[in-house]
């Protein structure tokens, strides 16, 4: 049996009160939080309690459905290289949030599990319950009240019940470009990409940006100085920091090609004038990688 469940966290001001829940039905959910957290802590907890709550069923697989690429790609992408620096980045700065990565990462020993990314907000019913509980003990926390914890895992009969294959897309496989009705999934994949890329804590560690980037990317930064592959790794490699990002106000996203995405959005990151910034994503061996970018300053008319 696959037990599939959606995980989410909130965070009310990230950082804030906040919030963590894992939902398989009505039947098998748990949540819970902190006077204080982040998002991105939110999303892991969430990951974290969901191994514990099922963890006297060893044999059986999780199907874990998230809407961050941030705690997929923790999990699945850049944990066992933080584990081999003493959960130190590649730039030789601590790991944030690595209480919670070592205890994940001693869940997950002997388990079997895949992720899923879903797009957030968009109806997903697993995805929009999970956010609602942990949405819900963000605000109780907020409130100085006790959260709801939920039942926890029952092993209901609902608990391996199929998830709709239309609603659920695989991390960095988006369905095929030919067919328009897909193209707001192309919309949200890049646009959960942009944000992993505006992460500050990505933005600190060349091996995580490097994820994100195509090997001929190139930026055109605000100052109007050209920036690559080798000139952002040097960059950080020298303790200099990338310039800061902001909230994403999307104005468009187009589809070029069958393997390109624009994505065309305004920041207006801290101590800065408002930005527009348009960035290409191309889709190659069946990832979708920042091809290039650009930020303008907006000139008011």
Not at 124 to 147: C, K, V
Not at 249 to 264: F, H, K
Not at 290 to 296: C, G, H, I, N
């Amino acid at each position: 049996m696959t037990i599939i469940a959606a995980a989410d966290g909130s965070a009310l001001g990230n950082p804030g009160p906040a919030g963590w829940a894992w939902y398989v039905d009505e039947e098998n959910w748990a949540a819970g939080g902190w006077d204080h957290g982040t998002n991105n802590m939110g999303e892991l907890q969430a990951v974290l309690e969901l191994f514990r709550a099922t963890e006297h069923l060893p044999e059986e697989e999780l199907k874990i459905l998230c809407d961050s690429q941030y705690a997929i790609n923790c999990i699945s992408k850049w944990m066992p290289g933080w584990k081999k620096r003493g959960w130190k980045k590649a730039d030789g700065k601590q790991v944030l949030n690595q209480d919670i990565l070592k205890e994940l990462d001693a869940a997950i020993q002997g388990r079997k599990y895949s992720f899923e990314w879903v797009k957030g907000h968009a109806g997903h019913d697993l995805n929009e319950a999970a956010d609602d509980h942990a949405r819900a003990a963000a605000t109780a926390h907020q409130q100085g009240t006790t959260p709801d914890a939920g039942p926890g895992y029952t092993g209901g009969a609902g608990s391996a019940a199929p998830v709709e294959k239309e609603s659920v897309k695989p991390v960095a496989t988006p369905a095929a470009p030919a067919a328009p009705a897909q193209t707001t999934d192309f919309a949200a994949t890049v646009y959960e990409l942009e944000r992993g890329f505006l992460d500050p804590q990505i933005r600190t560690s060349f091996t995580e940006l490097k994820d994100f980037l195509h090997p001929s990317y190139q930026e055109v930064s605000r100052d109007g100085g050209l920036l690559d592959v080798a000139s952002i790794g040097r960059l950080l490699e020298r303790g200099s920091a990338l310039p800061t990002t902001g909230q994403m106000q999307v104005l468009a996203t187009r589809q070029i090609s069958e393997d390109m995405v624009l994505l065309a959005y305004r920041m207006k990151p801290a101590g800065s004038e408002v930005l527009v910034v348009s960035s290409w994503w191309q889709q190659g061996q069946g990832e979708w990688k920042l091809r290039f970018r650009q930020e303008t300053i907006e000139r008011s008319a």
